[in-house]
């Protein structure tokens, strides 16, 4: 089959996938708001996940939050200016989803912690590293799960994208780039109000841009060596319209990362978006495409220093001995966060994991970057 119809297919399936009959006795799930990223990030990944049941959404508006529950078959409604504490209070919910604007992610993180229950978090986790750290800490004390939804690192074609790296078909690692850039359509979206919640560029995407780069390297960033980010058109303080910036990684690795939400349309038209990391090596590269929607598409391009290149794909994980796919193809990055999500709740160890100190790690530079004074003559190519 031509490969963009298999992809299309992988699409159609990520974006409506089938529902699953429930096991006796699933976890519940509460969502706090109708914020639209629950339905990719969390009700439709559940459908398929026999351990997961989407019991009860809050948001401020009892009418809005009943129509958000009857279309996706949500049992129990809180409405109105209590409803968030309702739902976390209630004895029903074993999870709390939180895609609430960054601002309130510290505080209905502490909340839900306090009343018992496990949480995930949405991106980035707080808007300090010492934010990240507090959650934790509770999180520890109290024996919960806690995990910010950093989707990106659960996917296969990470993984592969490290297998191949850690086998050395590039060599030795010395510098990488990542880039994670949104069209202009997507930043129409962010408005003055958005920025004032904590949505700047670095905040909102290019914490994506940071943890791939982590995740290539599987190592944390020694230092910011330079950060430019500038903010003329939202000129909200301490958050950006654009960001880049190099790192200094251990080993001699050095690192570039570049985000913008608002890249013009190609021709003036078409729609612009670019999510890669491109790692060079001592003996070859090894770039991988959308490792935001990899469910849909991606690749993984190698090039010896000879020029030749090699192009591997990874849509499912394999088992122990490499003959049965696990999950399937269409399972998007935040089907696989979901799977770990709950393995790790079951008291089991899931492939990959977003710790305390990868959040903090993730903060900590978007903190250096912030902490630059504003440029208003950044220009990022895209
Ligand atoms: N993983 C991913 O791919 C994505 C992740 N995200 C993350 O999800 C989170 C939410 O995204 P964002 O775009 O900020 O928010 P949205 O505007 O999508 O939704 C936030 C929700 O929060 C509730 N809310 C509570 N107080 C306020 C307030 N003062 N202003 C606006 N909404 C409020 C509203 O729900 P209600 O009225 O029902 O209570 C609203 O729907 C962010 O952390 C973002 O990083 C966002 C998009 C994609
Ligand atoms: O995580 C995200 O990815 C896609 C963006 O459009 C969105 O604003 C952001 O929160």
Redo the contacts with the bound molecule.
């Keep these: 089959m031509p490969a963009f119809i298999t992809a299309m297919k992988r699409a159609a399936t990520s974006f409506n996938p089938p529902t699953l009959p429930k096991d006796g006795t699933p976890l519940k799930f509460g969502i706090?708001?109708?914020?639209?990223?629950s339905i990719?990030?969390l009700i439709l990944p559940a459908r398929s996940h026999p351990g997961v049941e989407i019991y009860a959404i809050?948001?401020?508006?009892l009418e809005?939050?009943e129509r958000?529950a009857k279309k996706h078959g949500i049992k129990k409604v809180y409405g109105g200016k209590d409803?968030?504490q309702a739902l976390v209070e209630d004895p029903e919910v074993d999870v709390v989803y939180i895609?609430?604007?960054?601002i309130?992610?510290y505080e209905w993180t502490m909340r839900s912690l306090n009343a018992g229950k496990h949480v995930l978090v949405?991106?980035?986790i707080a808007m300090r590293s010492e934010e990240a750290r507090r959650v934790h800490e509770l999180a520890e004390a109290k024996g919960l799960v806690l995990m910010e939804?950093m989707?990106i690192r659960f996917h296969p074609a990470v993984a592969r994208l490290k297998e191949i790296i850690a086998r050395g078909d590039i060599g030795a690692i010395k510098h990488i780039s990542s880039t994670m850039f949104l069209p202009s359509l997507a930043g129409a979206?962010y408005t003055d109000?958005?920025f004032a919640?904590?949505?700047g560029c670095m905040?909102?995407v290019g914490c994506y841009a940071i943890e791939i780069i982590r995740l290539a390297s599987s190592s944390d960033p020694i230092a910011v060596t330079t950060a430019e980010f500038d903010n003329d058109v939202h000129h909200v303080h301490n958050m950006d319209d654009n960001a880049r910036g190099t790192l200094q990684l251990p080993n001699g690795v050095t690192a570039d990362f570049a985000s913008r939400i608002s890249v013009p349309p190609k021709f003036g038209i078409i729609p612009k978006l670019n999510f890669g990391v491109e790692v060079v090596g001592d003996k070859g590269t090894a770039k991988l495409t959308e490792y935001?929607i990899p469910q849909v598409y991606h690749s993984i391009v190698v090039t010896d220093t000879a020029g030749k290149k090699t192009v591997h794909k990874a849509y499912t994980f394999s088992d122990g001995d490499g003959t049965r796919p696990v999950g399937e193809p269409w399972w998007s990055t935040?089907r696989h966060q979901l799977e770990a999500f709950v393995t790790k709740i079951k008291g089991n160890e899931p492939r990959t994991w977003m710790t305390k100190e990868d959040s903090i790690t993730v903060m900590q530079v978007i903190e250096q970057v912030y902490e630059k004074p504003p440029d208003s003559d950044l220009s990022l190519d895209a």
């Design positions: 706090i708001s109708t914020a639209d990223i990719q990030a809050a948001g401020r508006s809005n939050t958000f409803a968030y895609p609430l604007p960054n309130m992610h949405e991106k980035p939804a989707h979206l109000e958005k919640l904590g949505k905040m909102d935001m935040y």
